[in-house]
């Protein structure tokens, strides 16, 4: 079941940065947002537009924001098509996109992968993930029934033609995928919860990869205008 509609904010809600240095806009697709994750991106200069989960691509690019982010929440990502074709749009706008737990999933599908439901979800605390590009074990928190089927070796063409991605956790317990990182467009995802509160918070500095990722696009931005300024 799609169950976003039971735990989505009925109308727009805006939180202001809070950092000394405003970075940007992040428009936050709410399928079950926890106030920790809204904190966390507006301490990183984030204004932080949480919006309704229902939110078209229309809606979205009149609002214009320079990152796109896709919640946790409950339900079956196989019955998200809506939330699924939003977020394909959000990729070949070329936005930077980080999703969190059912945001995971929904990338996932959106590059063209399979999901599936686990025997047993994974519940709680302590479980262990390992960084596929830096070899880095993280301890983290997690709470999911459903999972990515995607390559576990190395990357791969995505299915729905978005360039290559790769796995970039790996659940030490069972091997299942953890995450999700595309290396030709600014997008990538993880299955567990950086923004657990109180903890564990081996993966806070993913926020951190998420604000290096939209000051790169920025950046790159800036240079393509001027370039056409002086053309």
């Known amino acids: 079941r799609n169950l976003s509609d039971l735990v989505s904010t009925p109308e727009a809600v805006v939180h202001p940065s809070t950092a000394a240095e405003r970075l940007g806009s992040v428009a936050i697709i709410d399928l079950g947002i926890k106030t920790a994750t809204i904190k966390a991106l507006a301490e990183r200069g984030f204004d932080v537009h949480v919006l309704p989960h229902a939110t078209t691509i229309e809606q979205l690019r009149e609002l214009a924001p320079t990152a796109v982010f896709y919640s946790n929440g409950p339900g079956d990502p196989a019955s998200s098509d809506a939330h699924v074709e939003l977020l394909r749009n959000v990729l070949r706008d070329?936005?930077?996109?980080?999703?969190?737990?059912?945001?995971?999933?929904?990338?996932?599908?959106?590059?063209?992968?399979?999901?599936?439901?686990?025997?047993?979800?994974?519940?709680?605390?302590?479980?262990?993930?390992?960084?596929?590009?830096?070899?880095?074990?993280?301890?983290?928190?997690?709470?999911?029934?459903?999972?990515?089927?995607?390559?576990?070796?190395?990357?791969?063409?995505?299915?729905?033609?978005?360039?290559?991605?790769?796995?970039s956790h790996i659940g030490l317990n069972d091997q299942v995928v953890e995450g999700l990182r595309c290396l030709d467009i600014p997008a990538f995802s993880v299955q567990f919860h950086p923004e657990a509160a109180a903890g564990p918070h081996d993966s806070a500095p993913l926020f951190d990869q998420f604000r290096e990722m939209e000051l790169a696009h920025l950046a790159s931005q800036s240079t393509h205008t001027n370039g056409q300024e002086k053309a």
């Open 94 to 167: 070329g936005t930077p996109f980080f999703g969190i737990c059912f945001g995971n999933q929904l990338l996932g599908r959106a590059l063209g992968f399979d999901t599936y439901k686990l025997p047993f979800g994974h519940r709680g605390i302590n479980q262990p993930v390992v960084d596929t590009f830096s070899g880095r074990i993280e301890i983290t928190a997690q709470n999911h029934g459903f999972a990515v089927q995607a390559p576990l070796d190395g990357p791969v063409e995505t299915p729905a033609g978005f360039g290559r991605a790769q796995v």
